[in-house]
T-cell receptor
Framework: DGGITQSPKYLFRKEGQNVTLSCEQN?????MYWYRQDPGQGLRLIYY???????QKGDIAEGYSVSREKKESFPLTVTSAQKNPTAFYLC??????????????FGPGTRLTVL | AQSVTQPDIHITVSEGASLELRCNYS??????LFWYVQSPGQGLQLLLK??????LVQGIKGFEAEFKRSQSSFNLRKPSVHWSDAAEYFC????????????FGTGTRLQVTL
């Protein structure tokens, strides 16, 4: 079955540590996205990538970094510079014909908790 | 830039009752509109989408939504709610052009009482 996988499902981090969240898709989609979800705030875009080796900052990129070395993979690193990283992180992908109108398909999410 | 508002943070309905979740958008041209559903601790699943044509859109799980340009609304409806519909529902708006991306509302949490 085609889909998007995120790992781990739960992640705990100590303050001052960097952590990397994995996102893999086998939908052959060109575009991939990372969102952060906090209660009552909906989804906020962190980074997105339309093609391999290229990515763009979203609305809340500070304290995060990404890479896109393969079409299938778009890992997100939450750095120690992110002041309030505890949240639910969602990865999505789309065909990238038009980022403003593409249907996005979501992974199951990773819940990050800072101890 | 486009924006979307979901006025209801939390709605409770009885099983078997009808449901309407509100979504209002702001965008000058024709918007692209989506409804997604999220079960607790899960990702988002697409329920339906509107691009053009018939303003009444049918989706999965018995949901439908109606695009009303005059009211800038895209409300989600279901004639008879099932307990398994309890989840959070997100409306999203997009616009054509590579500079645009989907904008999501803050969500409406649906509780279903038996």
């Amino acid at each position: 079955d085609g889909g998007i996988t995120q790992s781990p499902k739960y992640l705990f981090r100590k303050e001052g540590q960097n952590v990397t969240l994995s996102c893999e898709q086998n939908l052959n989609h060109d575009a991939m996205y990372w969102y952060r979800q906090d209660p009552g705030q909906g989804l906020r875009l962190i980074y997105y990538s339309q093609i391999v080796n290229d990515f763009q900052k979203g609305d809340i990129a500070e304290g995060y970094s990404v890479s896109r070395e393969k079409k299938e993979s778009f890992p997100l690193t939450v750095t120690s510079a992110q002041k309030n990283p505890t949240a639910f992180y969602l990865c999505a992908s789309s065909i990238a014909h038009d980022l403003g109108t593409d249907t996005q398909y979501f992974g199951p999410g990773t819940r990050l908790t800072v101890l | 830039a486009q924006s979307v508002t979901q006025p209801d943070i939390h709605i409770t309905v009885s099983e078997g009752a009808s449901l309407e979740l509100r979504c209002n958008y702001s965008y000058g041209a024709t918007p692209y509109l989506f409804w997604y559903v999220q079960s607790p601790g899960q990702g988002l699943q697409l329920l339906l989408k509107y691009f053009s044509g018939d303003t009444l859109v049918q989706g999965i799980k018995g949901f439908e939504a109606e695009f009303k340009r005059s009211q800038s609304s895209f409300n989600l409806r279901k004639p008879s709610v099932h307990w398994s519909d309890a989840a959070e529902y997100f409306c999203a708006v997009g616009a054509s052009g590579t500079a645009s991306k989907l904008t999501f509302g803050t969500g409406t949490r649906l509780q279903v009482t038996l």
